[in-house]
């Protein structure tokens, strides 16, 4: 039968008691998935009640003792973590894996040398380009290659570019505007191949924690634009791609004239 046929004709229901009632019913349990997560914290970062609405919509899905037993497991994707501070700590039960500290899921993150080896093979690329153009990301002691890229190489007919979307290019206007005194010269140190290091705790989950030039860093990581090295706690620039992506911003700002060309 159809779900309609276990709800009473005529009468309410809120989220919680369907999801509730049609578990029951079918002895199926839920696989919770939301794609952007933060978004709300990223696009509406001063709108606090907001905010904690859909905090605590994630509480009473994912952790109250009314509907938590409904879900065989919840999967969210996002670039902020999970906050775990004193008014939000309705989700200290997840556990957080991303390009800081990838655990055992790294290969499943990225592309992996040998998948990609595999696509320059069916789509007749010259793997050392696409190694130097969209490779060099680090999840444990893997290389990876930012998967949006190789897509877009695919889909582009092989034509190499920048493929980053708007709103992640948006993302780092976001963060380059930050007024820190020894942003530029790190910015301008990465990009002269030089690593800097960056304090891999200082991003929480929202923009008001991009408070000094760590957390900065640490968040162009979160968003594909700089690698981290775990065992150095060390971000850089990871390729051919990224770095014009860089310069462009860096050159549109008029930063410092010893910044070299590329």
């Given amino acids: 039968g159809t779900f309609s046929t276990l709800f009473e004709k005529g009468k309410n229901y809120n989220v919680y008691d369907a999801i509730k009632l049609v578990c029951a019913c079918t002895s199926t349990k839920f696989v919770g998935i939301i794609d952007d997560f933060d978004y709300i914290f990223r696009k509406m970062p001063y709108d606090f009640a907001l905010q904690d609405k859909y905090m605590e919509l994630l509480r009473n899905l994912f952790k109250s003792t009314y509907t938590s037993d409904c879900f065989a497991l919840a999967y969210m994707t996002g670039i902020f973590s999970v906050s775990r501070s ?10 957080q894996y991303n390009m800081l500290s990838p655990s055992r899921y790294g290969p499943f993150l ?30 444990g002691d893997i290389e990876c290659y930012n998967p949006d890229a190789l897509m877009g ?57 991009l408070n000094n030039s760590d957390a900065v860093l640490v ?15 060390s971000v850089y620039v990871p390729n051919e791609s990224i770095r014009r992506v860089l310069y462009r911003e860096i050159t549109s700002r008029k930063w410092p004239e010893y910044l070299k060309e590329y």
């Fill in 219 to 233: 968040y162009l990581v979160l968003l594909g634009y700089l690698g981290f090295n775990e065992e150095t706690s």
């Fill in 153 to 209: 190489l695919i889909l582009n007919n092989g034509q190499f570019c920048c493929f980053f979307s708007e709103s992640k290019t948006n993302g780092l206007s976001v963060a380059l505007d930050k007024k820190f005194e020894d942003l530029k010269d790190k910015i301008i140190a990465l990009l002269n191949g030089h690593k800097v290091r960056g304090d891999s705790t200082s991003v929480e989950n929202n923009l008001e924690s």
């Fill in 110 to 139: 990225a592309f992996t040398n040998d998948e990609v080896k595999v696509i320059c093979r069916d789509y007749g690329f010259d793997y050392d380009k696409v190694r130097r153009w969209y490779g060099g990301y680090q999840l």
């Fill in 86 to 95: 004193a008014n939000q700590s309705s989700l200290n039960n997840v556990m």
